[in-house]
T-cell receptor, first 113, second 111 residues
Framework: DTAVSQTPKYLVTQMGNDKSIKCEQN?????MYWYKQDSKKFLKIMFS???????INETVPNRFSPKSPDKAHLNLHINSLELGDSAVYFC????????????FGPGTRLTVL | TQLLEQSPQFLSIQEGENLTVYCNSS?????LQWYRQEPGEGPVLLVT?????EVKKLKRLTFQFGDARKDSSLHITAAQTGDTGLYLC???????????FGKGTKLSVIP
């Protein structure tokens, strides 16, 4: 029944490591997003894919690389993790023509030590 | 860059009181949404408004889109503890895939 799911829910890792977060949606939507929510709760768009094509690529370090193997999946790989990468990362999906109404996953809390 | 300013940033009220949260911009949006986020969860869509002057009601919550489509408000009548959460407004410019979020209003309803 889960609409947008993310794994893992929590991720604790050391500086310099490489990690991935996975996202899947079963809503049949054609657009998926990655957001970063900082400690002040500000939600900032990072990337968006429409039908597996990258359409939004905000100013994000190139250590962050999204990959969309199909319309239902959008993964986020982060290389050489830094302390400042600690945040909650949300995946979301929407369907073209619905005013970008977004359905969010439960979030992945990343802590870099 | 389209910016959305939300006010107040924090709001703490007693159960049963009424409150209004504001979302303002100098830019015109083709649509505007309100989300509620509870601790440890993702934001959940409450409503979308698309027409200037539009008013939508969701039980005790009333949402209004400004006539010029640059601002919006959320009014809660007789707040309940279950209304506690972070309220986020988000807008989309014409022809854009991108949703711009405000910084949110953290509401605490005290029993």
């Amino acid at each position: 029944d889960t609409a947008v799911s993310q794994t893992p829910k929590y991720l604790v890792t050391q500086m310099g490591n490489d990690k991935s977060i996975k996202c899947e949606q079963n809503l049949g939507h054609d657009t998926m997003y990655w957001y970063k929510q900082d400690s002040k709760k500000f939600l900032k768009i990072m990337f968006s894919y429409n039908n597996k094509e990258l359409i939004i690529n905000e100013t994000v370090p190139n250590r962050f690389s999204p990959k969309s193997p199909d319309k239902a999946h959008l993964n986020l790989h982060i290389n050489s993790l830094e302390l400042g990468d600690s945040a909650v990362y949300f995946c979301a999906s929407s369907q073209t023509g619905t005013y970008n109404e977004q359905f969010f996953g439960p979030g992945t809390r990343l802590t870099v030590l | 860059t389209q910016l959305l300013e939300q006010s107040p940033q924090f709001l703490s009220i007693q159960e049963g009181e009424n409150l209004t949260v504001y979302c303002n911009s100098s830019s015109v949006f083709s649509s505007l949404q309100w989300y509620r986020q509870e601790p440890g969860e993702g934001p959940v869509l409450l409503v979308t408004v698309v027409t200037g002057g539009e008013v939508k009601k969701l039980k005790r919550l009333t949402f209004q889109f400004g006539d010029a489509r640059k601002d919006s408000s959320l009014h809660i009548t007789a707040a309940q503890t279950g209304d506690t959460g972070l309220y986020l407004c988000a807008g989309t410019g014409a022809g854009s895939y991108q949703l711009t979020f405000g910084k949110g209003t953290k509401l605490s309803v005290i029993p």
